[in-house]
């Protein structure tokens, strides 16, 4: 009876597995299309290529390797990127054309860090697959030093986009799990049942 309940059991988490991939089918993609060196020192405008593979918010950020920034002598006021004392100008074309620009100051104080890097947001855009995009960025004067701490550009996917998936997912996961151990108790309580009936009907009547 043991192996029996085991075995329904099973077999109801792998119906719910199963319609778990089906209906919360998670797609590869590239969460950060953009990832590129970056001068400060650069007077021109620096143009990026770039394409993404599926529709979402993406956020511009330029990053700095925290240890150089931290690592004497001092490079100038490395605080002046987060604190918005370093403007950078950013436009988004499609083909030639403008799609979308802003300005680290317009965008205003949005800082990331990590252990290994710090970085400013500065802009946020809403990319689609298929064209291919240009992100033009020109630094602001003053701020040659940053080079010195290795600058990046990335454009990734805006993380409140994975919380909301994440939510969405677990609970998916949560009520599938929950359904397919309903339904494997369900078989097994009505094979009990069904077990209890022969049982009862081939016992033969007591004797008064």
């Keep these: 009876m043991r192996n029996t309940v085991l075995r329904l059991v099973g077999t109801g988490l792998v119906v719910a597995l199963g319609v778990l991939v089906t209906v919360v089918r998670v797609d590869g993609y590239r969460a950060a299309p953009l990832n590129e060196t970056f001068s400060f020192a650069d007077p021109a405008a620096q143009r990026h290529e770039l394409d993404v593979d599926r529709p979402e918010d993406y956020l511009i950020e330029i990053w700095l390797d925290a240890e150089r920034v931290a690592a004497g002598p001092p490079i100038g006021d490395s605080g002046a990127m987060d604190s918005g004392g370093v403007d950078i100008r950013w436009s988004l074309l499609e083909g030639e054309r403008e ?102 009907a ?3 009547p007591a004797s008064t």
């Design 202 to 204: 081939r016992t033969p």
């Design 99 to 200: 799609v979308a620009a802003g300005s680290a100051a317009e965008f205003g104080l949005a800082t990331v860090t990590t252990r290994r890097q710090r970085g400013r947001v500065i802009g946020r855009v809403t990319l689609e697959p298929g064209p291919r995009y240009a992100l033009v960025l020109e630094a602001g004067r003053g701020a040659d030093w940053l080079d010195r701490a290795n600058p990046r550009v990335h454009v990734v996917i805006d993380p409140a986009v994975y919380e909301q998936r994440l939510i969405r997912q677990s609970l998916a996961l949560i009520a599938t799990v929950g359904l397919g151990l309903l339904f494997g108790y369900l078989v097994v309580a009505r094979s009990a049942a069904r077990s209890a009936a022969r049982s009862a």
